[in-house]
């Protein structure tokens, strides 16, 4: 029997067919088009179900479950997804009605607590047990596993580490406080760092390899001034992974997992910027005379994570 994964994301949704030994052996995707009635979206899900199965050579037959992992806090008690602001949800009855659509037994999960699960049995974790990943994106993603379990809180909120605050009356934040890990070690912003840098300096190579517009700044742009030998880059870098390195030195302090997983399209530079990390979680950390001490490790399945980790959401 195979096990389907769905990432219902604000941009598109895909789906992965999962066979025993966690590899994806067919593929769905159809854009999400959110906001618009979950009705609709969950259509969407149940079509880009489908195309995985036939992708796969299989049938409906062949399939255990389906899990999904979708942005927003997921009820486990009544699988409700009681709110998403990427999606517009609040208090839908999505297991119910993807159950009707697909009639098969349905598992929800936040995105980021399924991408987690992914990494920790498939991924960089390989089976560890007590294991935190942390995505570096448009915010910073977390998800928390403890003894092979997902960690959800008493309220199914747990594991938003992107809100804990690193610089008290810091950056204001979306979420309503100031200085939250996230406004300074997300990919948003490092960009940001970037930018601000390079306004008070005109003759940094960071204006050329963003074309000299501040419009196209990206990660990559960044490393590759980097590369180049250029101060400015060097000096917007070496801040910027200070900031991620407070945030999981105090992650680390507080669980003291097997292994932190760092993903997110910056953490495909590796040993790059993964040394300089280890080294300053090293100096922050609490645990500086213990035996074990946790691993800081790359991602190793990407966007596969979260299609990966919703299948497994029914162990």
Aim: charged share 25%.
């Amino acid at each position: 029997m195979y096990r389907i994964g769905v990432d219902l994301g604000g941009t598109n949704i895909a789906t992965g067919v999962i066979d025993e030994n966690y590899k994806i052996i067919g593929r769905g995707k159809v854009k999400t088009n959110a906001p618009r009635p979950a009705e609709e979206i969950f259509d969407s899900i149940k079509e880009s179900v489908e195309m995985a199965i036939k992708d796969a050579g299989i049938s409906m037959d062949d399939i255990k479950s389906i899990g999904i992992g979708t942005p927003g806090s997921v009820n486990k008690d009544t699988g409700a997804i009681e709110f998403s602001n990427n999606l517009k949800f609040h208090n839908v009855p999505a297991k119910q009605m993807l159950e009707e659509r697909l009639n098969k037994p349905v598992y929800l999960e936040n995105d980021a607590n399924a991408a987690a699960l992914g990494e920790a049995v498939a991924g960089c974790g390989n089976g560890v047990k007590d294991f935190v990943a942390v995505t570096l994106g448009t915010g910073v993603g977390s998800g928390i596993i403890i003894d092979g379990k997902i960690y959800r809180g008493s309220n199914y909120c747990g594991g938003e580490m992107g809100h804990m605050v690193i610089n008290v009356d810091g950056i204001p934040c979306n979420c309503g406080r100031k200085g939250c890990w996230e406004k300074y070690a997300s990919a948003t912003a490092l960009v940001s760092q970037a930018v601000e840098a390079m306004e008070g300096n005109k003759d940094s190579l960071l204006w050329k390899t963003c074309g000299g517009d501040l419009n196209k700044v990206e990660g990559k742009t960044i490393f590759e001034a980097l590369d180049l030998g250029d101060e400015i880059a060097k000096n917007v870098v070496d801040r910027y992974l200070y900031y991620v390195a407070i945030g999981l030195a105090n992650v680390i302090n507080a669980l003291q997992p097997e292994a932190v997983c760092i993903g997110g399209g910056i953490s495909g530079q590796g040993e790059k910027i993964l040394k300089p990390i280890r080294d300053m979680v090293k100096a922050e950390r609490y645990s500086v005379y213990a035996e074990k001490q946790a691993a800081i490790l790359p991602a190793q399945l990407g966007n596969d994570a979260g299609i990966i980790g919703a299948a497994l959401l029914d162990e």
